[in-house]
T-cell receptor, first 114, second 110 residues
Framework: NAGVTQTPKFQVLKTGQSMTLQCAQD?????MSWYRQDPGMGLRLIHY???????DQGEVPNGYNVSRSTTEDFPLRLLSAAPSQTSVYFC?????????????FGPGTRLLVL | DAKTTQPPSMDCAEGRAANLPCNHS???????VYWYRQIHSQGPQYIIH???NNETNEMASLIITEDRKSSTLILPHATLRDTAVYYC???????????FGKGITLSVRP
C-alpha cells in the first residue's frame, strides 16, 4: 500500500490564482480530511468527508472547496489564492465509524502564495 | 471533545525514558486519549491510544490515571529520532474529529 499520497509537494502561487491540491489513499478508508498547519501552530481542520458524495466543513473552511466523487480521492481546491493561505497542507484518512481508529497522514503540500 | 493541556517543551537524554504528561480533566466516559507525533516537516504519525486501561505497543506506553483526568506517554528508550512535537488529543465518539493543539516539543539530547 502506498498509504496517503499528496501532490504536489511544493507550490508557489500568485494572489488570485487557483489550484487543486490532490490527495489519494489506497486503504479503502471512508473518512478523509484536510488540515492546514501554519508555522509554530497545531493542525487545523479545513474540510472532511465521511464517504463518497459527502463532505462537511471543519474549523477553517473559508477559501477552500472540496468534493468526494470516489472513495480514493479527496481534492482540495483554492479558487482565488490569498497570502493568508500560505501554509502546509496535510491530508488524512481513516476508517469511519470506529471509535478508537487511527488516522493516517500524507507527507504534506507546502504552499506559498505571493 | 475535551480539551488537553501539555507543557510546551521538555528534553531528555538519549537512552533514557521520556515521560510526556497530558491533562484532560474534562474528559467524558466515551472519549479516547490519542497520541500523535510530528517529526519536523512530516505528516503526523499515530503513536498510541487508550480509553481506560494502560496500553503498550512497539513505540510507546500510555498510562491513564484511574480518574482519567490525565495521562502520560512513555518512550522507554528515547533516541535522537524521537525528537518531535507530540500531540495529546482527546477524541469523542466514532464520528468526532481530531483536534490538534500546539503539543509538546520533545528534544532528545545525545
Amino acid at each position: 500500500n502506498a498509504g496517503v499520497t499528496q501532490t504536489p509537494k511544493f507550490q508557489v502561487l500568485k494572489t488570485g490564482q487557483s489550484m487543486t491540491l490532490q490527495c489519494a489513499q489506497d486503504m479503502n478508508h471512508e473518512y478523509m480530511s484536510w488540515y492546514r498547519q501554519d508555522p509554530g501552530m497545531g493542525l487545523r481542520l479545513i474540510h472532511y468527508s465521511v464517504g463518497a458524495g459527502i463532505t462537511d466543513q471543519g474549523e477553517v473552511p473559508n477559501g477552500y472547496n472540496v468534493s468526494r466523487s470516489t472513495t480514493e480521492d479527496f481534492p482540495l481546491r483554492l479558487l482565488s489564492a490569498a497570502p493568508s493561505q500560505t501554509s502546509v497542507y496535510f491530508c488524512a484518512s481513516s476508517y469511519y465509524g470506529l471509535a478508537g481508529e487511527t488516522q493516517y497522514f500524507g507527507p504534506g503540500t507546502r504552499l506559498l502564495v505571493l | 471533545d475535551a480539551k488537553t493541556t501539555q507543557p510546551p517543551s521538555m528534553d531528555c537524554a538519549e537512552g533514557r525514558a521520556a515521560n510526556l504528561p497530558c491533562n484532560h480533566s474534562t474528559i467524558s466516559g466515551n472519549e479516547y486519549v490519542y497520541w500523535y507525533r510530528q517529526i519536523h516537516s512530516q505528516g503526523p504519525q499515530y503513536i498510541i491510544h487508550g480509553l481506560k486501561n494502560n496500553e503498550t505497543n512497539e513505540m510507546a506506553s500510555l498510562i491513564i490515571t484511574e480518574d482519567r483526568k490525565s495521562s502520560t506517554l512513555i518512550l522507554p528508550h528515547a533516541t535522537l529520532r524521537d525528537t518531535a512535537v507530540y500531540y495529546c488529543i482527546v477524541r469523542g465518539g466514532a464520528n468526532s474529529k481530531l483536534t490538534f493543539g500546539k503539543g509538546i516539543t520533545l528534544s532528545v539530547r545525545p
